[in-house]
């Protein structure tokens, strides 16, 4: 009898994976809105206000003397704040700390008998009794309800940032040959440890396994110290992508190993029975069977390796460099920030493009993500 009902740990496991997505995509298109916002809402709301009117404390400054205009026996400057915005003026102040002291369309009086008015639209009129001199206009503080505005500008100004071109071209060649090198060894090994008997392979597979307990922080200065020994050897530069390139090959292997041993070690043995019957050579079973039938397992981690690559700033800074010219995108922005001080609308930007590859990478193979997690699970017929 087959029941009627969802059986409730599979309710849960869906409610689970629900839970799951949106602790993953709200933080993504909270990251994307922000990036489209427009810096001053930025600084004020959060992400999940983008489509509502915002109230904000704003400065502005009227036109400097030069532009007065004598108007029945006054001086007269006029204009406005918002540029012809469609922002709405709730109150207005000449003081720091009392920005909000007038409302719309009042005359205040700011001293040696000139007034200022504002009005809701934003626009001003200053008016002095005798000739107004210097050379920067009076300061106003108002206090404005501005609807949401979306703009591109955060990422001009992030695009439009010295070397960001060079960063990005860097990355990229640090980040695919360090996914497709792992993937090549780790292949080879994974078969043999699965499928080729030799002395030592039980302790040989407890190594690997320990190897991914070890942090990369520990490992990281002795693999420098044995890579540039090696180098002066052999008369190698220190800095090169070489040396990117193995380092990220020796911290991926050991998972890399892990993952596709796993998997290869559930694939049909009566595949590979019959192929040698046939007479297929090891080389043979690996590189027409084994190497097709692991496409989900080796497209898995290389989501994971090209990920950690691409975000990794600490190997790229040990053995790169943090020059000019070899800089990668993380190095870059690092720098960018740092130059700009604490400022979201270029924070926000910057994170979006750091992750706009990875997301692609993401989406590509992700189809063959969970099954090539499930190592193990597939069965001959």
Request: glycine fraction near 10%; include cysteine.
């Amino acid at each position: 009898m087959i029941a009627s009902s969802r059986s409730p740990l599979i309710i849960l496991v869906h409610l689970s994976v629900l839970l799951l997505v949106a602790l993953w995509t709200l933080p993504t298109a909270g990251l994307l809105i922000s990036s489209l916002r427009d810096k001053d809402q930025l600084a004020v709301s959060g992400w999940w206000t983008a489509l509502s009117t915002s109230s904000q404390n704003l400065t502005g400054r009227a036109s400097a003397p030069d532009a007065q205009v004598e108007r029945d026996g006054k001086f007269v400057i006029s204009g406005n704040l918002t540029e012809g915005g469609s922002a709405k003026v709730s109150a207005f102040g000449v003081r720091p700390m009392q920005p909000a002291a007038f409302e719309p369309g009042t005359a205040a009086d700011i001293g040696d008998g000139q007034t200022l008015t504002v009005n809701e639209d934003g626009s001003y009129e200053l008016v002095s009794p005798a000739k107004m001199e210097g050379t920067r206009g009076q300061r106003i503080f108002y206090t404005a309800s501005v609807p949401p505005r979306f703009t591109l500008d955060n990422y001009r100004e992030v695009l439009s940032a010295a070397g960001i071109g060079s960063s990005f071209i860097n990355s990229l060649t640090v980040a695919i040959p360090s996914t497709i090198i792992p993937i090549l060894v780790a292949a080879f090994c994974a078969y043999a440890l699965a499928w080729m008997p030799f002395p030592g392979r039980a302790i040989l597979i407890a190594v690997i396994v320990g190897l991914l307990v070890v942090p990369l922080q520990m490992s990281l200065i002795p693999l420098l110290r044995l890579y540039n020994g090696v180098g002066a050897f052999f008369g190698v530069p220190a800095k090169t992508y070489v040396g990117i390139w193995l380092a990220h090959m020796g911290f991926g292997l050991p998972l890399a190993i892990y993952l596709l041993r796993n998997y290869m070690a559930g694939l049909p043995r009566e595949i590979m029975e019959s192929a040698r019957v046939d007479g297929a050579s090891d080389f043979d079973i690996f590189v027409k069977i084994i190497l097709p039938l692991s496409f989900p397992a080796l497209a898995s981690f290389a989501i994971f390796q090209f990920l950690w690559t691409w975000n990794d700033l600490l190997v790229a800074m040990v053995f790169l460099g943090t020059g000019n010219d070899e800089l990668v995108l993380t190095g870059r922005l690092v720098n960018l920030l740092g130059s700009r001080g604490g400022n979201w609308e270029i924070l926000t930007a910057s994170a979006f493009i750091t992750i706009v590859v990875p997301l692609i990478v993401f989406f590509s193979l992700q189809r063959y993500l969970v099954r090539g997690l499930l190592a193990g699970s597939v069965k001959g017929g």
